[in-house]
């Protein structure tokens, strides 16, 4: 697979071409359920004939569409157009010897062309723009998750292009075949074991015996794999799990290709892995894995291959018998097994993969969870999360689905506000939010500033939030002449300057008994409220907190404006 193959494009699929790939998969596979396997050679065979088939019959049904790294929207038939007359404009003009000035007739037209060209570029992408806006907000009233689809499209992709990879000796590549060898170069000796003085020989001649004896257990085994031989049921059940839309390996067979292909195509399967388990034999083809490198983020370096992560892509039909009960032909999958370094649309030449498991099969996933080891570990400890697995492997009882993620929600939640509340105890930040919420859980007053647009308002209000410190005396406020140590609190509920407006509201706005309360508070608990401190009369919560964040925001404006207008009078 490269930049010149063309591959089904299957969200573009009709229900009758989807039929047509059925039937035509069905009408030729026939004919290869009826052939016999009776050595490796047939098995390769089997997988090449398969992969002929699925291939051809999509070809012949489903439309295609070919990879573009460029795609514009806005790249009408009209833009290009334009975009041609520009070319040939200025073919003439550089013909002509580059004149310039606009009594050359050459170069006139050239540059007539050319802002014809780009007017018509930048009106087709403003209406392309306007069109992608308006279906944002019809999904946004319509259908939340449409909404996000479209939201999530406007969100910048990283670029797949390499431009320029160093390598080991320090010289830098920016041609598409140079970056590609030099990936291959790295990953070629990445996947080469190697040995110098200091290798740990005894733990690796440790590993090799416990492995001898597995292997030598697992071949002395006449029997069949654990739970006998592959089913109808469960290769159907493998191939509902696969997932649309994904990369394909070298072999350019699709996850579509095998969903779409019908009830002969999942017995042609069934034969196919049932021999390979038979004959303790792996296709030849299913070991050739293509690496997309890709940057592990962040202020990495992006011209050093250190900081790539190699993601194997591997044939889809290998990834389904992954999912099967191959545990005796585990070894057979990763020996012998080549790879192919795929960027900038090139490809290098197939290198072996002597070690390590590549990424981007199934196995990988689940061997690592195996070396790390988390879940034994816990066993060992007497861990209290491990009660429920316990329960299950003495007499087979776990909770239903719905009881189980309620106890998984509870203990989430309850190790997240213990957490939580660890950290508010010894955080000089959290200071004034522990006493302006008692409880661990936070109010959901403060999604109200969310709720009303006034991000800016929640950002100040969380910085009101944040402890106060000063090195020296206190500040002298000149318009009343009190000492304060925070502006804040000073202006909104000590300095009378700024302070009475937010007094008329309350006793105008809310009834007598909560005016009552306010005043018998002291500064410091007065301010708290403003904050978002719940208090006793509260009639209407909502109304109340509200009025107090934008009188809070409003105070500290006024009183800096009362400052300013102060500090000028006196000079």
Avoid at 468 to 487: A, E, Q, R
């Amino acid at each position: 697979m490269n930049s010149n193959t063309i591959l089904p494009a299957w969200h573009k699929a009709t229900p009758e071409s989807i039929v047509t790939y059925r039937n035509q998969v069905e009408r030729n596979i026939h004919k290869l359920l009826l052939s016999e396997i009776r050595v490796d050679k047939d098995i390769d065979k089997f997988v090449s004939d398969i992969t002929e088939i699925l291939i051809t019959c999509a070809q012949n049904s489903v439309p295609f569409s070919k990879y573009n790294p460029y795609t514009r929207p806005e790249w009408t038939k009209s833009v290009k157009n334009l975009h041609t007359i520009e070319r040939n404009k200025r073919r003439v003009w550089v013909s002509e010897g580059r004149p310039r000035g606009m009594e050359f007739k050459p170069y006139r037209e050239y540059k007539r062309a050319k802002r014809q060209f780009r007017n018509a570029l930048n009106e087709e992408h403003e209406k392309y723009m306007r069109k992608v806006y308006s279906d944002i907000d019809k999904a946004a009233e319509i259908d939340v998750r449409l909404f996000w689809k479209l939201t999530k499209r406007r969100k910048p992709r990283r670029s797949r292009i390499y431009p320029e990879i160093r390598d080991e000796e320090g010289v830098t590549h920016t041609d598409p075949q140079g970056v590609t060898e030099t990936f291959a170069s790295f990953y070629r000796k990445l996947y080469t074991p190697l040995e110098d003085d200091s290798f740990d020989h005894a733990f690796r001649n440790t590993i090799s015996n416990k492995y001898q004896h597995l292997t030598t257990e697992c071949e002395e085994d006449p029997g069949y794999i654990p739970g006998g031989q592959l089913t109808t049921a469960e290769i159907t059940s493998a191939i509902n799990t696969l997932k649309l839309r994904k990369a394909p390996g070298d072999d350019s067979v699709t996850n579509e290709h095998i969903i779409h292909g019908g009830a002969s195509l999942i017995a042609c399967i069934l034969k196919l892995f049932n021999a390979i388990v038979q004959y303790n034999y792996i296709p030849r083809c299913w070991k050739r894995g293509l690496i997309v490198p890709l940057h592990k983020g962040g202020n990495k370096s992006k011209d050093s291959c250190n900081n790539y992560r190699p993601i194997a892509l591997l044939p889809c039909l290998f990834k389904l018998f992954e999912k099967g009960k191959l545990w005796s032909l585990i070894n057979k999958c990763h020996q012998n097994t080549l790879s192919s370094i795929v960027v900038n649309q090139t490809r290098s030449e197939w290198f072996p993969v002597q070690q390590g498991v590549r990424q981007g099969g199934v196995l990988s996933t689940f061997l690592y969870l195996v070396y790390i080891n988390d879940l034994i570990h816990a066993i060992q400890s007497g861990s209290p999360n491990t009660v429920y697995l316990w329960g299950f492997l003495k007499d087979g009882t776990f909770p239903e689905k719905p009881c189980w993620k309620k106890i998984v929600r509870n203990n989430v939640t309850n190790s997240h506000l213990s957490q939580r509340k660890a950290r508010m105890s010894h955080d000089p930040d959290f200071l004034v939010f522990t006493e302006i919420f008692r409880e661990s859980k936070p109010s959901s007053i403060w999604n109200i500033p969310e709720n009303y647009s006034e991000i800016k308002l929640c950002k100040f209000i969380c910085k009101l939030c944040t402890s106060v410190s000063f090195n020296g005396n206190p500040y002298s406020c000149i318009l009343c002449g009190k000492s304060f140590v925070d502006v804040f609190q000073h202006s909104s509920c000590v300095c009378p300057a700024t302070r009475e407006n937010w007094w008329n509201i309350i006793t105008n706005c809310f009834n007598i008994e909560l005016c009552a309360e306010l005043c018998g508070l002291s500064e410091n608990d007065l301010f708290h409220v403003l904050l978002g401190r719940r208090t006793n009369h509260e009639s209407d919560n909502k109304s109340f907190h509200i009025l107090n964040f934008n009188l809070v925001r409003a105070t500290a404006a006024a009183y800096f404006r009362s400052i300013t207008v102060a500090t000028s009078a006196t000079t």
